[in-house]
C-alpha cells in the first residue's frame, strides 16, 4: 500500500519512521512547506515535495499531520475524492468541520486514533469496546501539556519556564494559547462526545464552555495542596437535568481522586457507563513518539482494509443520575468536583 504524507514536522517523521518496520505498507511521499528543512526520516525516507497534487497523485492512504483546519481539510476532501484511506490526529479540524469529517468518520475511512490522547486508546475504546454501555458521564485529562504545566508548577518552576520546556518537548500546539486556554482539550472532548453520546455534537455548543489555565501559579497550587486538593484541567461530558452538559474547566481535585493518582502529567479518561462501571485509561497523550504510534496503528487497519472508529447512531439518553450531577456508576460516586476560580484581579 502506497502511502502518502501530508505534513512531515515533529509527529510525521517520527510516525514515517516507525512505518518502516511495517513491510506492507510504503510511504512514498510527504508534503513539506520548507524542503531545506533537515528531518530525521529513517533508512527509506519518502520522497518530499512541496506539491500538494504530486504527494496526493496514486496514494492508496493519505495521512494528515498538518495541524490547523482550513488547509488540511481542503486537502483531504481530494485525497477523499480521489478514493484514499484517510488517516488523520487532527483534532481540530474534526472537531470544528464535523460537516466535512463526520461523513468521512460515519463511513468508516477515517482513522483518528492519535486525535485524542496519542497512543493511548481511547478513541477505540470509546467508539468499539465501551459501545456495550450506556454512557453516564465521562472525565478527561485531555491535554498533554497543560497535565506538564501543572506538573511543573507543583514542583515551583515559573509558567513561561515551564511552557519553553513543553514546547521543546514537542507537546503544546504550534499557538500554544490552544492548549492554556483549554480549546485543544475541547476539541478531544467533542470528538469522545460525537463517539458515545452526542452524534451531532456542534462545536459552537461546547465553545462557550471552556477555561483554561491561565491564572495557576505555583503559590495558588501550593496553597491548594495545603488543603488536600491538586488542580486539573478536566474535560467533562455529563447529564444534568435531563440534558447533556460537556465543560473544560480546572478543578481543584482531592489528592486521592483517580485523575490526580494516575500520576503527574499523564493523560487520563475515567468513563462511566451503566454496565461495565467505571473504566480508567491512562498514558501518554503528547510527544512525538507516542502520537506516532497510534497513526501507525491507523495506518495497518487501514492497509488491512478494516474500518475506522464510527459516531454513535444516535445520541444517547442522558442518564437519570440522583444525587451527583457529575456522574455515578453502580453506586460508586465521582468525587465532587469543586471549581476552580480564577484569582480576583486586585
Ligand atoms: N498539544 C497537544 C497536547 C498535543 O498538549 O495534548 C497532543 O494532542
Given at each position: 500500500?502506497r502511502?502518502?504524507f501530508?505534513?512531515?514536522?515533529?509527529?510525521?517523521?517520527?510516525?514515517?519512521?516507525?512505518?518502516?518496520?511495517?513491510?506492507?505498507?510504503?510511504?512514498?511521499?510527504?508534503?513539506v512547506?520548507?524542503l531545506?528543512?533537515?528531518?530525521?526520516?529513517?533508512?527509506?525516507?519518502?520522497?518530499?515535495?512541496?506539491?500538494?497534487?504530486?504527494?496526493?497523485?496514486d496514494?492508496?492512504?493519505?495521512?494528515?499531520?498538518?495541524?490547523?483546519?482550513?488547509?488540511?481539510?481542503?486537502?483531504?476532501?481530494?485525497?477523499?475524492?480521489?478514493?484514499?484511506?484517510?488517516v488523520?490526529?487532527n483534532k481540530?479540524?474534526?472537531?470544528e468541520?464535523?460537516?466535512v469529517?463526520?461523513?468521512w468518520?460515519r463511513s468508516g475511512?477515517?482513522g483518528?486514533?492519535?486525535a485524542v490522547?496519542a497512543g493511548?486508546?481511547?478513541?477505540a475504546a470509546?467508539?468499539?469496546?465501551?459501545?456495550?454501555s450506556r454512557?453516564?458521564a465521562?472525565?478527561g485529562?485531555?491535554n498533554g501539556?497543560?497535565?506538564y504545566l501543572?506538573e511543573?508548577l507543583?514542583?515551583g518552576d515559573g509558567?513561561?519556564?515551564?511552557l519553553?520546556e513543553?514546547q521543546r518537548l514537542?507537546?503544546?500546539?504550534a499557538?500554544p494559547?490552544?492548549?492554556?486556554?483549554?480549546i485543544?482539550?475541547?476539541h478531544?472532548?467533542t470528538?469522545?462526545?460525537?463517539?458515545?453520546?452526542?452524534?451531532?455534537?456542534?462545536w459552537?455548543e461546547?465553545r462557550?464552555a471552556?477555561?483554561?489555565i491561565?491564572g495557576?501559579?505555583?503559590e495558588?497550587?501550593?496553597?491548594?495542596?495545603?488543603?488536600?486538593?491538586?488542580?486539573?484541567?478536566?474535560?467533562?461530558?455529563?447529564?444534568?437535568?435531563?440534558?447533556?452538559?460537556?465543560?473544560?474547566r480546572p478543578?481543584?481535585?482531592?489528592?486521592d481522586?483517580?485523575?490526580?493518582?494516575v500520576?503527574?502529567?499523564?493523560?487520563?479518561l475515567?468513563?462511566?457507563?451503566?454496565?461495565?462501571g467505571?473504566v480508567?485509561i491512562?498514558?501518554?497523550?503528547?510527544g512525538?513518539?507516542?502520537t506516532?504510534?497510534?497513526?501507525?496503528?491507523?495506518?495497518?487497519?487501514?492497509?488491512?482494509?478494516?474500518?475506522?472508529?464510527q459516531p454513535?447512531e444516535?445520541?444517547?439518553?442522558?442518564a437519570e443520575?440522583?444525587?451527583?450531577?457529575?456522574?455515578?456508576?453502580?453506586?460508586e460516586?465521582?468525587?465532587?468536583?469543586e471549581?476552580?476560580?480564577?484569582p480576583?484581579?486586585?
Amino acid at each position: 500500500m502506497r502511502v502518502a504524507f501530508l505534513g512531515a514536522g515533529t509527529v510525521g517523521a517520527a510516525a514515517i519512521r516507525l512505518l518502516q518496520r511495517w513491510p506492507q505498507v510504503c510511504v512514498t511521499k510527504a508534503l513539506v512547506r520548507d524542503l531545506a528543512v533537515p528531518r530525521s526520516l529513517g533508512a527509506s525516507p519518502p520522497d518530499l515535495s512541496a506539491d500538494p497534487e504530486e504527494v496526493l497523485a496514486d496514494a492508496d492512504i493519505v495521512v494528515e499531520l498538518m495541524g490547523g483546519v482550513k488547509a488540511p481539510t481542503r486537502l483531504m476532501q481530494r485525497a477523499a475524492a480521489a478514493g484514499a484511506r484517510l488517516v488523520s490526529a487532527n483534532k481540530a479540524a474534526l472537531a470544528e468541520r464535523w460537516d466535512v469529517w463526520g461523513a468521512w468518520a460515519r463511513s468508516g475511512r477515517l482513522g483518528f486514533e492519535a486525535a485524542v490522547m496519542a497512543g493511548t486508546p481511547v478513541v477505540a475504546a470509546v467508539a468499539h469496546t465501551l459501545r456495550g454501555s450506556r454512557p453516564l458521564a465521562l472525565h478527561g485529562l485531555l491535554n498533554g501539556t497543560c497535565g506538564y504545566l501543572i506538573e511543573r508548577l507543583e514542583l515551583g518552576d515559573g509558567f513561561e519556564a515551564a511552557l519553553a520546556e513543553a514546547q521543546r518537548l514537542g507537546y503544546a500546539e504550534a499557538d500554544p494559547s490552544l492548549d492554556i486556554d483549554g480549546i485543544d482539550a475541547a476539541h478531544k472532548l467533542t470528538v469522545l462526545a460525537r463517539l458515545c453520546a452526542l452524534p451531532e455534537l456542534d462545536w459552537e455548543e461546547v465553545r462557550p464552555a471552556v477555561r483554561g489555565i491561565r491564572g495557576l501559579s505555583p503559590e495558588r497550587l501550593a496553597a491548594l495542596e495545603r488543603r488536600g486538593l491538586r488542580a486539573r484541567l478536566v474535560a467533562s461530558l455529563w447529564s444534568e437535568a435531563g440534558r447533556w452538559r460537556v465543560a473544560v474547566r480546572p478543578l481543584a481535585l482531592p489528592a486521592d481522586h483517580p485523575l490526580v493518582t494516575v500520576g503527574r502529567g499523564r493523560n487520563a479518561l475515567l468513563y462511566h457507563g451503566d454496565a461495565v462501571g467505571t473504566v480508567l485509561i491512562a498514558g501518554a497523550g503528547a510527544g512525538a513518539e507516542a502520537t506516532a504510534s497510534a497513526v501507525v496503528a491507523d495506518v495497518l487497519e487501514a492497509a488491512a482494509g478494516r474500518p475506522g472508529p464510527q459516531p454513535v447512531e444516535l445520541a444517547a439518553l442522558p442518564a437519570e443520575v440522583s444525587g451527583a450531577s457529575h456522574g455515578a456508576s453502580h453506586g460508586e460516586p465521582l468525587e465532587p468536583l469543586e471549581p476552580l476560580e480564577p484569582p480576583a484581579t486586585p
